[in-house]
């Protein structure tokens, strides 16, 4: 079982859980509350409740977790489906009342929709810039013409505010591992994206971009539409 899983299942089961460390490739291990991912609407930041507010359609909320954001739109009467790689967590949203979750890659997946949600920076999966580039083409395959994604992210620049820019790659390209009662797991890529990269890159990919939501602490979210 993944050692994220692990940290999700005790907490879901006791009420609490250890300490759930995040290790990271520019700084010390930081202590990720698990109780973070068991949010309801009301402890959600307005960034997050202004993108729920944005979903309409049939909704794919990507990375979904323990479903907490796919549960505020069931509430809404929304026809959302919710995925997650980790088999634990999806357990976990069933549980709690998610309708349509499943364990998946959303790399292999087929069906289309009129709103791609990832939040809680879920865009990060894609791993590095190239990732991201694929991945806005691979988007195009899940949605449909007149649909859009909706996904937040951080330009991380001030972490090298006193330090040098890595030379041999894009700043906002990191790595983490998770570890949870001494149990490491694999250490993976992650992506944090600035604006006018964004905007770059979905041009180039053939989406609109714009910016909706900006909170002035380095975190926005963006939408995205396909270009006819």
Not at 41 to 51: K, S, W
Not at 157 to 172: C, I, R, S, T, V
Request: net charge negative; hydrophobic share 40%; aromatic share 14%.
């Amino acid at each position: 079982m993944d050692v994220f899983g692990k940290a999700l299942i005790d907490f879901y089961e006791n009420g609490e859980a250890d300490i759930l460390w995040l290790h990271n490739s520019y700084d010390e291990p930081e202590e990720m509350p698990v109780d973070f991912f068991y949010r309801d609407d009301e402890d959600m930041p307005v960034l997050e409740l202004q993108a729920l507010q944005m979903c309409t359609g049939k909704v794919l909320d990507i990375g979904a977790g323990v479903g907490s954001h796919a549960l505020v739109l069931q509430a809404f009467n929304i026809d959302v489906t919710a995925i997650d790689v980790s088999e634990a967590a999806v357990n976990i949203m069933k549980d709690r009342g998610v309708k349509k979750a499943f364990v998946q890659d959303i790399f292999t997946y087929k069906e289309k929709f009129d709103t791609i949600l990832m939040l809680m920076n879920g865009i990060g999966l894609t791993g590095t810039l190239p990732g991201f580039k694929d991945f806005l083409i691979r988007l195009k395959s899940l949605t449909n013409p007149s649909g859009q994604v909706l996904f937040d992210t951080s330009d991380i620049a001030y972490l090298y505010e006193d330090l040098p820019k890595p030379q041999n790659h894009y700043y906002g390209e990191v790595s983490y591992q998770y570890e949870y009662k001494g149990e490491k797991g694999n250490w993976f890529n992650w992506l944090y994206i600035d604006q006018k990269t964004i905007k770059t890159i979905a041009a180039e990919t053939g989406w609109a971009s714009e910016i909706i939501f900006d909170d002035e602490e380095d975190q926005y979210l963006v939408r995205l539409t396909p270009v006819i």
